[in-house]
């Protein structure tokens, strides 16, 4: 077994913390992919995908907000970034009214929050990132999914002083 097939896990002891994770994975993120956010209220998903639209150089003219009203927020950038928040969906049934394949199969990387919502209808491609609340400030984060993808986002966050 190689290190690109082991989970990886870190602890972020505080929102910047999180917010840089999230920078370093958006600054290596490509086209069409797809990052599955998974964790309670609070665990720190808006966080991280404020750091991704960062690292994909989305302008700080733009807020970064959870789309939980809107369902879907876009962001221009180095890469398109599709934020997608899939608390208020029944299931992966409320999709197709979405047109989420264009997203799902397009050149955009896509970070859905609550992903667990909509896991069944999600590309195997996928990067599934759990988070987990550990207290006021630590969150515990875990990246898995194609061994290319985890490996390369290893590295890069090794890189950046994870």
Known sequence: MSDADIPLTFI???PAETFHMGRIIGQRLGEGEILALIGELGAGKTRLTQGI?????VPEAYPITSPTFTLINEYP?????????????????DLPDLGYEEFFYGKSVVVIEWAERINDALP?????????????TRRRIEICGIPEQVGSIRHALKDGGF
């Open 12 to 14: 972020s002891g505080d």
């Open 53 to 57: 639209a960062r690292g994909l150089d």
């Open 77 to 93: 950038g180095r890469l398109r970034l599709v934020h997608i928040d899939a608390y208020r969906l029944s299931g992966s049934a």
């Open 124 to 136: 195997d491609k996928t990067l599934y990132i759990t988070m987990t609340y550990l207290d006021e």
